[in-house]
């Protein structure tokens, strides 16, 4: 057994980022202020401090004179997942194959590696994990202020929903699992190569992989619109 030994701060953050992403903390749920302050040995101060930071990151909401909540997931932010995400996918991909760093492909790298690690030897939710952990630095590669932190809310919905594609019931959702590994190669490829055509292409058949088995989950047939195109305004 191995002994965490960083600050009683950064050890509630990876828990909480942990329990959220992993849909153990449910959406839309509160979070129990007083128990993770009895657990972590944390007053209020530091406590509301990891939370402000989650908020930032968009996986909890912060309201007034009352409890901390995690990130809710209503109907009407599934529709926008739906639209929004191949097309954000393929700007963050363009953007980091523009502006990627050596150090960043070096950690991109590590990530495929942990990536591999957890489909063979992790449960579903270490998979999902480690494929979001992937994602984030191409996140952080494309560099840019505005969308990144469009990009981050995406991840969080992606892995809270998305968790059903790590949990392959199928000879073919195996496949697709290491379909989704080979991708990652390739993308790492096209960034490393600065190739932004090729890292636009990849994100759209990267999405397109995921997409069936996280309809499986969240969409029994009841969301009729295209995915990836906008609303269609209403008419009076």
Do not use: C
Request: charged share 25%; proline share 5%; aromatic share 6%.
């Amino acid at each position: 057994m191995t002994t965490d030994d960083r600050p009683p701060r950064a050890r509630l953050y990876t828990f909480l980022r942990g329990e959220i992403l992993a849909a153990r903390l449910a959406p839309g749920s509160d979070i129990d202020e007083s128990a993770l302050s009895a657990r972590f040995g944390l007053s209020r101060t530091p406590l509301r401090e990891v939370l402000r930071q989650l908020a930032g990151e968009g996986l909890v909401q912060l309201r007034d004179n009352r409890a901390a909540r995690v990130s809710d997931m209503s109907f009407a932010t599934l529709r926008d997942f739906f639209v929004a995400a191949p097309m954000i996918y393929a700007a963050v991909l363009r953007l980091a194959a523009a502006n990627r760093k050596a150090p960043q492909l070096d950690a991109l790298r590590s990530a495929q590696d942990a990536f591999r690690q957890a489909l063979r030897s992790g449960a579903a939710v270490d998979r999902a994990l480690a494929n979001n952990r992937f994602h984030e630095i191409t996140g952080e590669m494309a560099g840019n202020i505005y969308l990144r932190p469009s990009f981050q809310r995406l991840l969080v919905d992606h892995a809270r929903i998305g968790i059903t594609f790590f949990r392959p019931q199928s000879a073919e959702m195996v496949r697709n699992l290491d379909l989704a590994a080979q991708q990652h190669d390739e993308i790492i490829a096209a960034i490393a190569a600065q190739d932004e055509d090729r890292a636009g292409q990849l994100a759209e058949a990267h999405w397109t992989l995921s997409r069936g088995q996280i309809e499986l989950f969240v969409m029994p047939g009841k969301l009729d619109l295209p995915l990836g195109a906008a609303p269609r305004p209403t008419t009076a």
